[in-house]
Structures are given as C-alpha cells and as structure tokens.
C-alpha cells in the first residue's frame, strides 16, 4: 500500500536490494505515518580526573591540557559495540582505546613534573592533565569541562607584560542554531595535546589537528629529532575525539593515534596486542612537544578550519 502512489513494486525493489546493488531512495506519495515514542530518560554520573603542573607558585594566565579520554564501552554490547555474536556479552578491554592514551598521559606527566622538579625545565605555563570521561558517549567530559572553564565568556588573560587580547573567534562551523559561535577559550588554553589510541604502532604515527596551528609543523620537526618515529601528518582538525571539542572553541590542536584495527571497539582489544615500545615513543615526542609548548614566549596561533562537507562530529551522534 505504501508504494502504490509511486508506481514501483515490493518483490522487484527486494530482488535488486538481495543482489547488492546500491539503490537511491525515494519519495513514497500521499502516504502519511503516525507514531508514538516512549523515551525514558537515564541519568548517570561520570568523572574526569584532572591535575595541575603548576608553572610557579600561582596559577599562570595561560595552560596548556593533555588529555586522554579514559572511559570504554564496558560490558555487553553497546551502540557502539563491533563485537561479533559470540562475544557480545564479553567485557570491552579498551587496551588501546584508551587505556594506551591514559597510560602515555601519565607518562608525560611523570617526566615534566620530574624534569621541572630537577631544575631542569623552567615552563612559563601550567599544564592541565586530563583523564576525560564520556568520550564514548559523545566527548562529554571533555565537553563538561569547557562549558564550565572560568575564561568561557573571554575571561583570558594576558601573560605577564602583555597587554590583553581579544581571543580570535572559533571556526564558523561551531556557531550555535541561532548562528552565534561561542566564546573561545583561547588564550587562556593556549593548546590542547591529545592521545586516543596510541598502543598500535604499526609502519606510522598519524599526528591530527597539524591545520589548528602554523606551528605544529616545526614543532613536531624538531621534537621528532630524538625520537625517530616516522609520522603522517593530517590537516583535519573535525575529529572524533576529545581534542574536537576544544577546536570548536578557539583553541589549537594536536591528536596522536596509531590507527584503527580489526580489534576496535571489541573484546578483542586486549593489552598483549599492544606495542609497548612504540607506545613509549609516541608519549615521548608527545612530551617533548608539550614541555616545547609550555616554554614558548607566544602561545600557538589558532587557525580556523571550514568543517567538512560531509560527514558528523561523534559528539552529535547522541539522542
């Protein structure tokens, strides 16, 4: 009934549908549904860890954050779930999404904190360390945090001797439905370092977000020269990672990741899959650029991005 006022036939539409053939949609004329939805709404309670590298013995006008999102998909099978049927039920180890990016964040935190209280290392910036929640469910912690940071309104402050600024605005794709962007949250974050997924090295360390500033490009030259990893570097600063949020407000990037794999988001993504050695090269040049970032006279400029064509933020994929 539904297709009789569009001319076309169920068993022929189902015959080509069963050979694999790609197949437009159309409009089904004169035909008008109704239905009843029931949405039970359920609340939860997640928590991000966060600490402070702190720059001298107040807080500093501008940091910097790396952040790591340390959520999973748990037990049993999610929305997002790629387990097969016979392992549905199974517990979702995250070793490398994101236990990877949790341990190299420490990682970092670990040798700034102990190069600064050597005396060797005198950073002019705090460094924000952060073990985002809710990544999973749309990058809802980092999200949290950015909606309640103090400078969210242009509250950032110059550094010492400076006079004050206006932040440049946000790339236009994150004005709101009423066309205003929101306020940037640069310089007062004067850039955000993020690992998802960093345990797989295989033949490249894929280095994101390298568009959200001119000097990521000599940045990661120069830190790389000890490390020796061969890298790929993409300009696309719309990511589906904790790192996107703080785009859409003003502030430059830059996301580490080893690349997807048939393990992804299954009970098969367990630690002795992991390439340790690979992982301690990531979080050193990581490291090595963020201790960079925190010395550095001026904080990284931010360039805007126009958001791609096609294509949607994992933060709005929720209901």
């Known amino acids: 009934q539904w297709l009789a006022g569009s001319g076309k036939n169920l068993k022929e539409l189902q015959d080509k549908l069963d050979a694999g053939e790609a197949m437009m949609g159309f409009e089904l004329k004169d035909v008008q549904l109704s239905a009843a939805i029931d949405i039970q709404q359920v609340k939860r309670s997640g928590r991000n860890v966060l600490g402070y590298l702190r720059a001298g013995e107040q807080p500093s006008p501008q940091m910097l954050v790396v952040g790591a999102h340390v959520d999973h998909l748990g037990k049993g099978s999610g929305s997002s779930s790629l387990a097969k049927d016979d392992e549905r039920e ?16 420490l990682e970092i935190a670990e040798y700034l904190a102990g190069q600064k209280a050597g005396g060797q290392w005198r950073p002019q910036r705090d460094i924000l ?54 306020p940037s949250l640069y310089p007062a974050i004067a850039a955000c370092l993020n690992l998802d997924m960093v345990g797989r090295l295989d033949k490249k360390l894929i280095l994101q977000g390298v568009g959200s500033s001119g000097v990521w490009r000599g940045e990661i030259e120069r830190r790389n020269v000890p490390v020796g990893l061969p890298v790929a ?70 360039i805007a991005q126009a958001p791609p064509k096609s294509g949607t933020a994992r933060a709005g994929l929720r209901a």
């Open 90 to 105: 199974g517990i979702h180890f995250g070793a490398d999404d994101n236990a990877s990016g949790v341990a190299g964040m």
């Open 233 to 302: 570097l993409q300009d696309d600063s719309y990511l589906p990672t904790d790192a996107n949020a703080f785009y859409l407000r003003g502030v430059p990037i830059l996301s580490a990741f080893t690349g997807s794999h048939s393990e992804y988001h299954t009970p098969r993504d367990t630690p002795e899959k992991l390439n340790y050695d690979g992982a301690a090269k990531v979080s050193r040049l990581m490291a090595l650029i963020a201790r960079s970032l925190a010395t550095r006279d001026a904080p990284p400029d931010y």
């Open 129 to 182: 360390f952060a073990a985002w929640s809710g990544e999973e469910l749309g990058l809802i912690g980092s999200s949290h945090f950015i909606k309640s940071f103090p400078a969210a309104n242009d509250g950032a402050a110059a550094p010492a001797g400076q006079a004050a600024k206006p932040a440049e605005a946000p790339s236009p794709a994150a004005a709101g439905p009423h066309g205003a962007a929101p």
